[in-house]
Each structure stands twice: as C-alpha cells, then as structure tokens.
C-alpha cells in the first residue's frame, strides 16, 4: 500500500512565524508536490519536484518555498505566515512517467491566527 | 485561468439512482484525465482514469466518458450509494506533466 504522510494533521500558527510541513512516501517516488485546498477553488499546485535537490514553482508559488534533501521527503515552507496562507494542505507524490495517478497524504488543515 | 472546470459545485441524488458528475476543461493538450474522491478531513483518493486515446472506461460501478471534441468528460456512478458522498474533483495532465485540478463537486446521496 501507498503511504504518503503529513506530519500534522491540525497546526495552528501565529502571522508571522516560519512553518514547515513535511512529507514522506515510502513509495519510492520520483516525483512530489505540494497542493492547497480551498473553498470554491479546488486543488491549486504550489511547488512540486522530480527529483532530489530539483523544484518547479506551481501555479501559486507566493510566500512559499520548498526543500528536497532526499527522495523520500518533501518539505513546503512558509517563510512568514500570513493569515491568507490558512488552508488545507496536501502532499502528493508519483512516478515519473506518462499515465501515472498521484497519490495523496491525509492533509493538515493550517489556521495562521 | 482555470483550465480545468467543474461547474457544479454540489449535485443531490437518491440512493439506487445515477450519479453524473461533469467536467470541462480548455487546454487540447491534456492527454490523460482523472477523478479523485475526497472525504472531509481526508487527502483525495485516487477513483478512476482515462487516457485520450479512449473514450470510455469502466470499474465497477463508476464509468468515466471522454469527449475530445467537445473537451467534456463524466464520471457515472451507478447505482449511488450513501458511502459514496464526497466531494469529487476532475484532473488533467499533458504528457506525464504535473496534475492540473477543477474545483470539485459535492455529492450527496440521499437515503
């Protein structure tokens, strides 16, 4: 079975601070990304990567950064939180390749207060 | 710019009645399209997929359709169950590219 794991499920954090979620998969995974959840807009792409050390910006890379030390671990960092960035975070991770479905942790809801 | 859209927010349906869930989506070089179902509190799960070259593929009692010229596909569920109340979301991806996601639809199925 697929395992993608969020380390918290519920955070809540003061405006200002610097917040780290991170991710794993024991999958073996090439590729990792990091997604929002809001109301009314879906699952926005905030950064994802292909491989260690490698990252593209998604479609709302703002206020975000992200770190790939090794292939298991994915890290989406939030350098100064602002109450904007309260959301519904979800990792997910895939192979490489063409055809291929990606498979989701079970999110950790953020409140930035 | 939404590339992918699901323009019905929520749809209610009897038990033991089709459910179908729609999706536009804009970009002609999406080749391989997705539902995912999603619990509140929960990461989405991965339902059923369709590649372009086909324009229809069946699991169980979930049945997704494509159609190219019209950039339209649909996920059926037949017969509905309760269990299968969730929000559900469309994805797109072009040529093993990252994920691209509509804005959901909520489903209640109805005792």
């Known amino acids: 079975d697929v395992k993608v794991t969020q380390s918290s499920r519920y955070l809540v954090k003061r405006t200002g601070e610097k917040v780290f979620l991170e991710c794993v998969q024991d999958?073996?995974?090439?590729?990792m990304f990091w997604y929002r959840q809001d109301p009314g807009l879906g699952l926005r792409l905030i950064y994802f990567?292909?491989?260690?050390?490698?990252?593209e910006k998604g479609d709302i890379p703002e206020g975000y950064s992200v770190s790939r030390e090794k292939k298991e671990r994915f890290s989406l960092i939030l350098e100064s939180a602002s109450t904007n960035q309260t959301s519904m975070y979800l990792c997910?991770?895939?192979?490489?390749?063409?055809?291929?479905?990606?498979?989701f942790g079970q999110g950790t809801r953020l409140t930035v207060v | 710019d939404q590339q992918v859209k699901q323009n019905s927010p929520s749809l209610s349906v009897q038990e033991g009645r089709i459910s179908i869930l729609n999706c536009d989506y804009t970009?002609?070089?999406?080749?391989?399209f997705l539902w995912y179902k999603k619990y509140p509190a929960e990461g989405p799960t991965f339902l059923i997929s369709?590649?372009?070259?086909?324009d229809k593929n069946e699991d169980g009692r979930f049945t997704v359709f494509l159609n190219k010229s019209a950039k339209h596909l649909s996920l059926h569920i037949v017969p509905s169950q309760p269990g299968d109340s969730a929000v559900y979301f469309c994805?797109?991806?072009?040529?093993?590219?990252?994920?691209?996601f509509g804005t959901g639809t909520r489903l209640a199925v109805r005792p």
């Open positions: 997910a991770s895939s192979f490489l390749g063409l055809n291929t479905e990606a498979f």
């Open positions: 999958m073996d995974h090439e590729n």
């Open positions: 990567s292909y491989d260690v050390k490698m990252k």
């Open positions: 970009n002609s070089m999406f080749d391989y």
């Open positions: 369709i590649s372009s070259i086909k």
């Open positions: 994805a797109a991806e072009s040529s093993g590219d990252k994920l691209t």
